[in-house]
């Protein structure tokens, strides 16, 4: 008995493994808004579902870092579905306050950008397996609003 039950796991676990799982990428982070609060940027985050039927997204946590420390950490619950055998694109808003970009004036001062390191994590509800994340990360500039940007 006890082999038929080891068979049954390795079977199940080797069709777990060899099951299509959605892909996804940071495709760029740019200015949003500029408003009186912070400075609204979005990260853009495109999504492969191959599975025929829509897929629940549980969460996105993000992490923004610059000149090596975090600058903001979020989630957002529930920020909708993927559709079914399409490539998704999400937006999502990372809103940093004028305070956190005022403090970063060493890395502003020398382009008039901050460097930036994101990290993100969207959780996936999968049928069977249950909640996946898919770990993302990006590293480049994000330019910050002039003058021309507020009006």
């Not at 049954?8 to 982070?29: H, I, Q």
């Amino acid at each position: 008995m006890s082999n038929f039950v080891e068979k049954a796991k390795n079977y199940v676990s080797e069709k777990v493994t060899n099951m299509k799982k959605p892909e996804a990428s940071l495709t760029g982070v740019g200015l949003n808004t500029v408003s009186r609060d912070g400075v609204e940027y979005n990260a853009k985050v495109s999504v492969d579902n191959p599975y025929s039927h829509a897929l629940p997204i549980c969460e996105i946590s993000y992490i923004l870092k610059s000149a090596g420390r975090v600058i903001l950490s979020g989630k957002m619950s529930d920020p909708g579905s993927l559709k079914a055998n399409e490539k998704s694109m999400l937006n999502v808003p990372l809103k940093v306050p004028h305070s956190v970009v005022v403090s970063l004036v060493r890395d502003v001062a020398k382009d008039w950008d901050i460097d930036y390191e994101l990290e993100l994590g969207l959780t996936i509800d999968l049928p069977v397996i249950g909640d996946f994340t898919i770990p993302l990360s990006s590293k480049g500039e994000i330019k910050l609003p002039t003058l021309k940007d507020f009006f």
